[in-house]
């Protein structure tokens, strides 16, 4: 039920572009993305409702296919303060507001 | 709005002690959530409350876990007779009354069970 992330980690220079990818054997309501730095609570980035969308702010946005039941979350000219850990977060249609967190891909930007 | 917050920040007990920790919500949240966090892994789902009601609670927890929302305010995570296994971050989350919508964390209790 907890689903799948991949890298499970990336370095990347500052200016570079990541994408990590979110996917679920479950059919699903919503994907949720957050942001953790070490020793500090998860912040929340973004969510996406099924309907298949596309949502950004900034440099980060992420596209939720809802047929294929996978997320991707693109990360574009990569600053320093994008390191760290990112975990998607999905809701099922059957049981929604119960949010189950994938293992995370840690980010780590370098000058 | 000041934010979740979670006490004690940390928590170092024996095997065998009981431990509680508090968490308060957003006031206008009605929804609030308990995580387990280990070093490297992503927040596993405990427990979560509507208002006071207690909606679920994981098969993966055992029963030596029990928490509570009396009221639908402030809750508590208590841990019954402590094991090496059970040191981890304990974190807290609530967000507003339907699916879809974002959670706020809090800082987290970190338990280390010696």
């Known amino acids: 039920q907890q689903p799948v992330q991949s890298p499970q980690a990336v370095i990347l220079r500052e200016g570079e572009d990541a994408v990590i990818n979110c996917s679920s054997s479950?059919?699903?309501?919503?994907v949720h993305w957050y942001r953790q730095k070490h020793g500090e609570a998860p912040v929340f980035l973004m969510i996406?409702?099924?309907?298949?969308e596309q949502k950004g702010h900034d440099k980060i946005s992420a596209s939720f296919n809802e047929k294929k039941q996978q997320s991707s979350l693109y990360l574009t000219a990569s600053q320093l303060s994008y390191s760290g850990t990112y975990f998607c977060?999905?809701?099922?249609?059957?049981?929604?507001?119960?949010?189950?967190f994938g293992p995370g891909t840690s980010l780590s930007v370098i000058p | 709005d000041t934010g979740v917050s979670q006490d004690p920040r940390h928590k170092i007990t024996k095997r065998g002690q009981n431990v509680t920790f508090r968490c308060d919500p957003i006031?206008?949240?009605?929804?609030l959530y308990w995580y387990r966090q280990t070093l490297g892994q992503g927040p596993e789902f405990l427990t979560y409350?509507?208002?006071?009601?207690?909606?679920?609670k994981s098969r993966l927890l055992s029963d030596r876990f029990s928490a509570e929302r009396p009221k639908g305010s402030f809750s508590t995570l208590e841990i019954q007779r402590t094991e090496q296994g059970d040191s981890a971050m304990y974190l807290c989350?609530?967000?507003?009354?339907?699916?879809?919508?974002?959670?706020?964390f809090g800082s987290g209790t970190q338990l280390s069970v010696l």
């Open positions: 989350a609530s967000s507003f009354l339907q699916g879809g919508e974002k959670l706020f």
């Open positions: 479950k059919a699903l309501y919503s």
């Open positions: 996406l409702l099924k309907g298949g």
């Open positions: 977060g999905t809701e099922s249609p059957t049981s929604y507001d119960k949010v189950i």
């Open positions: 006031s206008e949240h009605n929804r």
């Open positions: 409350f509507q208002n006071e009601a207690q909606l679920e």
